[in-house]
């Protein structure tokens, strides 16, 4: 039936490309997509969808993407939902931090849609498992 009937991914990336190009990679992949620009944005987004997993970029403007994955899990503790981190920043330091402020995931810009594909199947495969604890 199209777009539209597969579990939602959304990506979080302040460059209207990458937007698009997630998009694509994405609905090839028979996901629903939405995109938005801030972490402002996604939190506002989560009060009505439940994505099950979020394409966090990291260099945002205002709010980072290790800032906002962490108001996601402490916001919103019951969705079930997986944050892989899209980014060029692959340091010791930012794998820690990122999987510190909630994070389960790094793909590398720039992406490769095979891997960035396989790397949401994998959190799909597990989403249940993502769900906290109460």
Not at 40 to 47: M, N, P, R, V
Not at 107 to 121: A, G, M, Q, T
Not at 122 to 133: D, I, Q, R, S, Y
Request: glycine share 12%; hydrophobic share 40%; net charge positive.
């Amino acid at each position: 039936m199209g777009t539209g009937q597969g579990p939602l991914v959304v990506g979080v990336d302040d460059d209207a490309k990458s937007l698009v190009l997630l998009k694509r990679i994405v609905e090839s992949g028979g996901y629903r997509f939405i995109g938005v620009s801030s972490g402002h944005e996604l939190l506002t987004l989560l009060k009505t969808e439940r994505p099950r997993v979020i394409l966090m970029d990291v260099m945002l403007p205002q709010m980072n993407g290790f800032e906002a994955s962490l108001r996601v899990r402490t916001g919103f503790p019951q969705l079930p939902c997986a944050v892989i981190y899209v980014t060029a920043r692959q340091s010791e330091e930012d794998l820690r931090g990122g999987i510190a402020a909630g994070g389960n995931d790094f793909v590398l810009k720039p992406v490769n849609r095979e891997k960035l594909l396989s790397r949401i199947e994998k959190w799909l495969g597990k989403a249940h498992l993502v769900k906290t604890a109460v």
